[in-house]
């Protein structure tokens, strides 16, 4: 019965006890015989703790828990005798913990290199198989954000430099001083010399130089420079002073590339970046610059000025697919020929629509006595759909355009200086320059270092954890500076580490070879402020194409990498 009504309440208002006398009664009045019976015939269910379980309301088919998973699991272990800088490097991000259950406890050698770049926040590609070791490593031409070393040997001779140790290395960089180390370091803590070279590999130089601004990457950085203080947005003459002194830096970094005392340098504009390499380097005898990603209009504006290049990767796409056709073309011969159809039938090449005449003739509708009735396309429709294949390939890595031979890229020096598309007109970076990035000092750049950290961690090995090191390297790494570092973590890791190279991928281009491999002539470029061992790797014809680094690792002093 409910229970009677009170003042101050609700008719149908029960007090706890009653309605603790109505659950009870509940099960009995649903029960009958057949649910009894039914009951009887269930099997009983399994484990002592599955009468006392309730079904939790909330969960679902993705959260409900499974009774596979109720037992836990011990943690996989890295491979015997393994090397704690093999493993994932996730396992020593969070603090490792016995009892925690680890979602990402997988063996080291089998890591996925996926889910390894969404544990570093890096945007990594699936690299392809490793390479074969070797002593040395290919040249990558591109452009690195943030690069990862992970050692089993402590990074702590990295960190601390005092005061003169730092003077010295930028003093070492300046007068382009060479340092030799043993093969092995038994105290990098306690070498000098070795924590000065590790500085002077962290320098490169800058311009424009606005310690507010985030000048690297420019490509897709509006997002980054949005809301930055820009007093040159809405002023025209200070606009006028930043590219006469931006020309005038720019003119002074290509002197000293044609006089060989720069070896490279970076134009790192809104919407294109270019690389300018001296003669002897990249396997060319010759100046040469590269412009990545372009468009139809900028190729356009550069063959009015009378600047002759070439686009290798669309050349090399076209040579590979004709040399497909040819091979398909022969296979139907041969089959035809099999077949007993004639040889003439099957060796007429199809036409193509590429074919046509390049003066727009129409004499076949003249013969046809169609001329009037027919609507002829105009000369531009004409020349857009000659050049389709060409216009496709606008702002991706084939749309590479490579400027060989000195006359050339001086002609594309003053095309640059007076090119319109070089400076945004709005957004972000309306009126800022494009960013010059050198190895090397020139009139008006700003010495900058690479910003690198330590971290220590752990990770999961046969038998429990073991410290992991690591050294961390953030900003725009050059080329060179890779290589330098590469040459001073050898002696003092002991020959072994592993590195996760975030790339700009943009730049990546950077990496088509701008010579034939038989035109490759070697100059000496002793005086361009670059070691020797890095300047014989940089001078090295590239072997990676559009791809670029994404791992790299030394074992016994010998490199294995992914692209």
């Not at 996925?112 to 392809?128: F, M, N, R």
């Not at 000496?524 to 790299?552: F, I, V, Y």
Request: glycine content about 6%; some cysteine; overall charge neutral.
């Amino acid at each position: 019965m409910a229970a009677p009504a009170e003042p101050g309440h609700s008719p149908g208002f029960k007090k706890p006890p009653a309605l603790l006398r109505l659950k009870r009664k509940r099960p009995g009045r649903r029960s009958d015989p057949a649910a009894a019976a039914g009951a009887a015939a269930a099997p009983a269910p399994r484990g002592p703790s599955a009468a006392a379980r309730r079904r939790n309301p909330f969960s679902s088919l993705d959260n409900a828990p499974q009774r596979a998973a109720a037992a836990p699991q011990p943690p996989a272990a890295a491979p015997a005798g393994g090397d704690p800088s093999t493993a994932p490097f996730w396992q020593f991000l969070e603090p490792a913990c016995e009892e925690k259950p680890s979602r990402r406890a997988e063996p080291a050698e089998s890591s996925d290199i996926a889910t390894l770049s969404q544990d570093l926040h890096s945007p990594l590609a699936v690299p392809k198989a490793p390479s074969s070791p070797r002593q040395e490593f290919p040249a990558d031409w591109s452009i690195k954000t943030r690069v990862l070393f992970m050692s089993s040997h402590p990074f702590t001779w990295a960190e601390h430099l005092k005061a003169q140790e730092e003077a010295q290395g930028f003093a070492q960089h300046c007068r382009a001083t060479e340092t030799t180390f043993p093969q092995s370091v038994q105290e990098p803590r306690l070498c000098t010399e070795l924590r000065c070279a590790f500085q002077q590999s962290l320098v490169y130089w800058l311009h424009p130089s606005l310690p507010w601004l985030p000048l690297f990457p420019r490509l897709g950085a509006d997002r980054r420079m949005a809301g930055k203080a820009c007093p040159w947005a809405q002023d025209e003459a200070l606009q006028q002073v930043l590219m006469s002194d931006w020309s005038v830096s720019f003119t002074s970094l290509y002197n000293l590339l044609r006089a060989r005392l720069c070896p490279y340098f970076y134009v790192c504009a809104a919407q294109f970046s270019v690389l300018f390499r001296a003669a002897g380097l990249a396997g060319s005898a010759v100046p040469t610059a590269a412009i990545a990603p372009t468009t139809r209009g900028l190729r356009e504006a550069m063959r009015s000025e009378g600047i002759e290049f070439s686009l290798p990767l669309l050349e090399e796409s076209r040579t590979r697919k004709q040399k497909s056709s040819e091979e398909s073309l022969e296979t139907e011969t041969a089959d035809g020929l099999a077949e007993g159809s004639s040889v003439e039938d099957a060796g007429e090449p199809a036409p193509s629509d590429d074919d046509d005449d390049d003066d727009g003739s129409f004499s076949w509708l003249e013969e046809m006595g169609v001329q009037d009735k027919v609507k002829k396309p105009d000369t531009i429709s004409i020349q857009l759909r000659k050049e389709k294949h060409e216009v496709q390939v606008d702002h991706r890595p084939e749309s590479l355009v490579l400027v060989r031979g000195t006359s050339n890229t001086f002609t594309l020096l003053n095309f640059l200086i007076s090119c319109r598309s070089l400076v945004a007109v709005a957004g972000p970076q309306a009126g800022l320059p494009p960013t010059l990035l050198s190895p090397v000092a020139f009139r008006g750049g700003t010495m900058q270092t690479l910003k690198a950290r330590t971290i220590s961690g752990r990770a999961r090995v046969q038998g429990g954890f073991e410290d992991v090191f690591s050294l961390e390297v953030l900003g725009p790494i050059l080329p060179h500076a890779l290589h330098a570092l590469t040459l001073v973590l050898g002696p003092a890791q002991r020959g072994a580490f592993r590195a996760l190279l975030s790339p700009h991928e943009p730049s990546a281009a950077f990496n088509t070879g701008p010579a034939p491999p038989q035109e490759g002539v070697l100059q000496d470029l002793p005086a361009c402020g670059l070691h020797p061992k890095t300047l014989e790797q940089l001078s090295q014809c590239p072997t990676l194409g559009k791809s670029s680094l994404r791992l790299l690792e030394m074992k016994d002093y010998a490199y294995t990498w992914k692209a």
